[in-house]
Every structure is written in structure tokens, then in C-alpha cells.
């Protein structure tokens, strides 16, 4: 059974702070993706990765980083959390295929709170 | 740029009716994908159906088919004889040929009433 886990499932933290967000896939996909989620706005992507140590900026790369060490582990930094970063956090990988695409699958997501 | 709308931010309907989800795009791409996805309460977001632009034949999954209409952009869901367990987030996504990059409508929040 495929799964993306993500390290919290709920965070708090304090303006200012250093956030690290895990997200693990045990599928061996290429991609990997980071994601928040706004009501009214759907999801929009931060960054995505689709190999050990690359990186690409997606729509919102402002204020995040993002790391890639090994291939099944994409991490999502918040620098200097700020409120403006209260969101859902999502985390989703796929497959590099070359023809028809494949789904991206997703992990249950990180609710973080920035007070 | 692309983007997809999507009208509908939350409908409800009666348990074994049948519904259908709205989803419009703009794009000068000629080839491209297009997914629903389902997103439960608390629960991880799944993919529902797929679409790829250059097959004329609408998808179908069970209980899940869509409507595309290349010309018009319109992506539409319909969800036949609905379930409680139907109840959910449901996104509209499109994707070039040439990336995995999905772009994402806002969602629409579907009630299935008992």
C-alpha cells in the first residue's frame, strides 16, 4: 500500500521561529511536492523536487526553503515563521514516467498554527 | 497562464441522487491532463479520475465519469447514485504535458445528506 507520511499532524509555533516540516514516501517516486492549502484558494504549490538535491520554486516560494537530501525525504522550511503562514501544509510525490502522467499521492497534511 | 475555476463552493444533495461539479479552465495548451481529486474530512487527499486532453472518450470510474468538452474548457464530475461516504472536498486540477505541475481550482465542499 503506498503512503507519504508527514511528521505533525498539528503545530503551533511562535512568530519568528525556524519550522521544519518532514514529509516521507515509501514508493521510491522521483517527485515530491509541498503544497498549502487556503479555503476558497485550493492548493498551490511552494516548491517540488524531482530528484535527490534538485529544487524548483513553484507559485509561493516566499518566505519557504526546501531540502532533499535522500530520495523517499522532502523537507519544507520555514525560515522565520510568520502568521501569514497559518495553513494546511500538504505533501505529495509521484512517479517520473515518461507517456501517460501518474497521480500524485498525497500525505494527510500538517495544520500549522503561527501565533 | 492557466487556470481552472471552479463555480460551485459548496453543494448538497439527498443520498443516491446524482450530482454534478463544475470545472472550467483556460489554457492555449493542446495537450494536457485534468483530474478530480476528493479530499474526506481529515482524511488524505485521492485521486477520483483522470482525463487526457487528446482522448475524446470521457472517463468514467464506477460511480464517477466526467464531462469534457474540449472546446468549451468544461471538465465537469458527475457522481451517480451518491454516497454518504461521497462527502467530501472535491478539486479540479489541470496539468501541461510538458511538467508535473498541477494548477488546482479552489474546490467545491459536496454534502450527501441521508
Known amino acids: 500500500d503506498v503512503k507519504v507520511t508527514q511528521s505533525s499532524r498539528y503545530l503551533v509555533k511562535r512568530t519568528g521561529e525556524k519550522v521544519f516540516l518532514e514529509c516521507v514516501q515509501d514508493m521510491d517516486h522521483e517527485n515530491m511536492f509541498w503544497y498549502r492549502q487556503d479555503p476558497g484558494l485550493g492548493l498551490r504549490l511552494i516548491y517540488f523536487?524531482?530528484?535527490?538535491?534538485?529544487?524548483e520554486k513553484g507559485d509561493i516560494p516566499e518566505g519557504y526553503s526546501v531540502s532533499r537530501e535522500k530520495k523517499e525525504r522532502f523537507s519544507l522550511i520555514l525560515e522565520s515563521a510568520s502568521t501569514n503562514q497559518t495553513s494546511m501544509y500538504l505533501c505529495?510525490?509521484?512517479?517520473?514516467?515518461?507517456?501517460?502522467?501518474?497521480?500524485?499521492?498525497f500525505g494527510p497534511g500538517t495544520r500549522l498554527t503561527v501565533l | 497562464a492557466q487556470t481552472v475555476t471552479q463555480s460551485q463552493p459548496e453543494m448538497s444533495v439527498q443520498e443516491a441522487e446524482t450530482v454534478t461539479l463544475s470545472c472550467t479552465y483556460d489554457?492555449?495548451?493542446?495537450?494536457?491532463?485534468l483530474f478530480w481529486y476528493k479530499q474526506p474530512p481529515s482524511r488524505q487527499m485521492i485521486l477520483v479520475i483522470r482525463?487526457?486532453?487528446?482522448k475524446q472518450q470521457n472517463a468514467t470510474e464506477n460511480r464517477f465519469s466526467v464531462n469534457f468538452q474540449k472546446a468549451a474548457k468544461s471538465f465537469s464530475l458527475k457522481i451517480s447514485d451518491s454516497q454518504l461516504g461521497d462527502t467530501a472536498m472535491y478539486f479540479c486540477?489541470?496539468?501541461?504535458?510538458?511538467?508535473?505541475?498541477?494548477?488546482w481550482g479552489a474546490g467545491t465542499k459536496l454534502i450527501i445528506k441521508p
Open positions: 482525463q487526457e486532453a487528446y
Open positions: 489554457t492555449s495548451e493542446n495537450n494536457y491532463y
Open positions: 486540477a489541470f496539468m501541461k504535458d510538458s511538467n508535473y505541475q498541477l494548477i
Open positions: 523536487s524531482y530528484d535527490v538535491k534538485m529544487k
Open positions: 505529495a510525490s509521484s512517479a517520473f514516467r515518461e507517456g501517460p502522467v501518474n497521480e500524485q499521492f
